[in-house]
T-cell receptor, first 115, second 113 residues
Framework: AQSVTQLGSHVSVSEGALVLLRCNYS??????LFWYVQYPNQGLQLLLK??????LVKGINGFEAEFKKSETSFHLTKPSAHMSDAAEYFC?????????????FGAGTRLAVHP | EAQVTQNPRYLITVTGKKLTVTCSQN?????MSWYRQDPGLGLRQIYY???????DKGDVPEGYKVSRKEKRNFPLILESPSPNQTSLYFC????????????FGPGTRLTVL
């Protein structure tokens, strides 16, 4: 069965520092993986997705993630944090269920960026 | 503009009073889903629909109903709301493939007293 674990429910960084949000997955089939971001009082927005074309995936707003099969990980990074990056981030894996591909989400990581 | 809309955005109600949260998408997507978001639990799927008149239970369907009479609309019905259904609800739509992203509505914050 597919599942997602996000390590750290809260992460705090200084403006300009590296952002690293961790995601480990479990999947019985080759995984499709996603990172979504949720800004305050908004819905979820896709940051990036892994679909097996390349292990390093670049997304919006300077974020990227690297798929590591040996570590079953898909960590999200950004070299330099900006105040506007403060949000909640969700990792998700696509899971085939009865002819439908559902998304299974991790519990989320709330990112705080301080001056 | 391609979007998923939900109404209302905020709702406070009392136990047992039937309510409906509407969801509409303008992207001609076949697949639509409802999720609830609770702190520390991420998003959990309530119901999904693969096409008109085709719906199925997700992970937490108890206390909820849905219908899909038109492709664009997927309302969520709480026939007798209870306080444990106080949550943030999201509707989403997609093309349905494993690699296709889901597009989310802005959310409905429901409080049941």
């Amino acid at each position: 069965a597919q599942s997602v674990t996000q390590l750290g429910s809260h992460v705090s960084v200084s403006e300009g520092a590296l952002v690293l949000l961790r995601c480990n997955y479990s999947s019985s089939v080759p995984p499709y993986l996603f990172w979504y971001v949720q800004y305050p009082n908004q819905g979820l927005q896709l940051l990036l997705k892994y679909t097996s074309a390349a292990t390093l995936v670049k997304g919006i707003n300077g974020f990227e993630a690297e798929f590591k099969k040996s570590e079953t990980s898909f960590h999200l990074t950004k070299p330099s944090a900006h105040m506007s990056d403060a949000a909640e981030y969700f990792c998700a894996v696509s899971a085939p269920v009865r002819g439908y591909n559902k998304l299974i989400f991790g519990a989320g990581t709330r990112l705080a960026v301080h001056p | 503009e391609a979007q998923v809309t939900q109404n209302p955005r905020y709702l406070i109600t009392v136990t047992g009073k039937k309510l409906t949260v509407t969801c509409s998408q303008n992207m001609n997507h076949e697949y639509m889903s409802w999720y609830r978001q609770d702190p520390g639990l991420g998003l959990r799927q309530i119901y999904y629909s693969m096409n008109v008149e085709v719906t199925d239970k997700g992970d937490v369907p108890e206390g909820y109903k849905v219908s899909r009479k038109e492709k664009r609309n997927f309302p969520l019905i709480l026939e007798s709301p209870s306080p444990n259904q106080t949550s943030l609800y999201f509707c989403a739509s997609s093309l349905g493939g494993a690699y296709n992203e889901q597009f989310f509505g802005p959310g409905t914050r429901l409080t049941v007293l």
